[in-house]
């Protein structure tokens, strides 16, 4: 009974009422029936492909954007969504063999296949300096395996530094595996870059290489950012291959980001998510020795997915003193934000930061958006003056989530994404981060929107979910 009453039903009978219109056109005007029966073929098409969006479940603000398309465009846009049912499945599930020891471990194998895993120590790292000399440092020292996993790979002198690490990796005798997304990396790689790595010795794939065909399969984009040294440390957060990262080069002012190091067979788990994608699945176990715990979870859609979009829901709904966001686009769906604003009403400290200066326009305005619609709940949200917010966690009490997600509807739905939830000292590095970065922001003031602004903002909105 509940879906009778859901959006996604009212569209199919607004579609099944236009084509019982259409049939009753064509009984009642003999001379236009032709027409009339091209215009109810077209319809039925555009039913059957909104019938099946509606039975397969899922985000209901993707699907209610999917079915708007299929009605703007009755033929175009339901070809383009069934064709999508007919791509192959995708790459690649984890399956991890342990012993979950909480809730939240259980939680993440019965959803991601992971669970806890232990480690031995993690560094929380703020900025490029500290993350790329560290990240640079382990892949020297490898000698058997170096796994690496980046959505944006360009020219420049963290591209050269990272090839003198790799090289050095190779004269260990290790090897160097690398998965760079095709859209992410998309006129950023050059020929001569990727050249450079193949010379060097490194095995490249690429996800969903760029093609001027029509593959819907590239909607879905891995968006991960993994670096793994031989089982050992891995490191996961925001930072990609690039210049901007370490602000060597950034035409957004100061580029923030922040990432973490883990030591340990949280490692190897890491390891294991690269290797699910590189091998399409993957199956592997571990002990759960360490010192301390923590709890690594991806996203593999469309076979996984809105993983992590789950975890927030629960750990910001069972938040008691504070739920604290990085992040450089801000637009989740209801579940997030539904859960954040009965957080802030609920007397928890609820703060988000987003970019001051944006690196997209239309996503800088969409965030505005939304801000503007929860500030009225008491969510407080600030705007990270010197540049652009590129950090990506978020601190609920005393756990926090760390890795690639975007408070969005593309990373928490449509892309390959992954992270890790610590507790102790990594959670306290990132509340007291979030603090330094609080002091250099300004609050967010709702404004007054001209009209066409307004039409603007309401229609980001409502293709935000396609983006």
């Known amino acids: 009974m509940r879906n009778l009453f859901s959006l996604n039903f009212i569209y199919i009978l607004l579609i099944a009422a236009e084509i019982a219109a259409i049939i009753f056109l064509c009984i009642w005007l003999p001379s236009y029936a032709p027409l009339a029966a091209v215009i109810a073929g077209a319809w039925a098409i555009s039913l059957i492909a909104a019938a099946t969006v509606f039975c397969r479940g899922g985000s209901p603000e ?10 703007a465009l009755p033929i175009f846009g339901a070809a383009v969504y069934l064709c999508s049912l007919l791509q192959r499945k995708r790459r690649g599930l984890l399956t991890v063999d342990c012993q979950p020891q909480t809730a939240e471990e259980r939680a993440a194998k019965a959803v991601c296949g992971t669970g806890g895993a232990g ?3 993690a560094v929380y790292l703020k900025n490029g300096d500290e993350f790329f000399n560290l990240l640079f440092k382990e892949i020297a020292s490898a000698k058997k395996l170096v796994c690496l996993e980046y959505f944006i790979v360009h020219g420049g002198k963290i591209f050269n530094s990272f090839m003198s690490a790799i090289r050095a990796a190779k004269r260990n005798g290790a090897e160097v595996l690398f998965i760079i997304d095709g859209i992410g990396s998309a006129f950023k790689l050059r020929r001569r870059e990727l050249k450079t790595l193949r010379a060097a010795g490194v095995s490249v794939k690429v996800f969903h290489r760029l093609k001027p065909l029509f593959y819907t399969g590239l909607n879905n984009r891995d968006h ?32 923030k980001d922040n990432g973490v190091a883990v030591y340990g067979e949280a490692a190897k788990v890491f390891e294991g998510v690269f290797l699910s994608v590189w091998n399409r699945d993957y199956d592997m176990r571990i002990s759960g020795e360490g010192k301390h715990r923590c709890t690594v979870y991806y996203d593999s859609p469309p076979r996984l997915s809105g993983a992590l979009e789950n975890f927030y829901t629960a750990a910001i709904s069972s938040a008691k003193e504070r739920v604290h966001v990085f992040t ?6 209801e579940k997030i934000n539904d859960a954040l604003k009965l957080a802030a009403m609920r007397g928890v400290d609820v703060r988000v930061i987003i970019p001051h200066i944006p690196d997209k326009k239309y996503a800088f305005e969409l965030s505005r958006t939304c801000a503007a619609m929860l500030v009225n709940y008491g969510v407080k949200v600030y705007e990270y003056t010197p540049g652009f917010m590129h950090a990506k966690s978020v601190v609920c009490d005393d756990r926090v989530f760390i890795g690639t997600y975007n408070l969005d509807f593309r990373s928490l739905r449509l892309n390959y994404e992954c992270g890790a939830i610590f507790g102790g000292e990594i959670c306290r590095l990132a509340e007291r981060d979030f603090w330094d970065c609080m002091r250099l922001s300004a609050p967010f003031l709702p404004e ?15 293709l935000a979910p396609l983006f």
Request: hydrophobic share 40%; aromatic share 18%.
């Open 448 to 462: 007054k929107v001209s009209p066409p602004r307004a039409v603007y903002r309401f229609f980001l909105r409502l």
């Open 224 to 255: 991960r950012k993994i670096a793994t040294v031989d089982g050992r440390v891995a490191f996961t957060g925001g930072f990609n291959i690039g210049d901007e990262y370490a602000n060597i080069e950034s035409p957004f002012g100061y580029w």
């Open 328 to 333: 450089p686009y801000f637009c989740a769906g």
């Open 119 to 121: 480690y031995d120590k």
């Open 62 to 71: 993707i699907n209610c954007s999917v079915i708007l398309m299929i009605i």
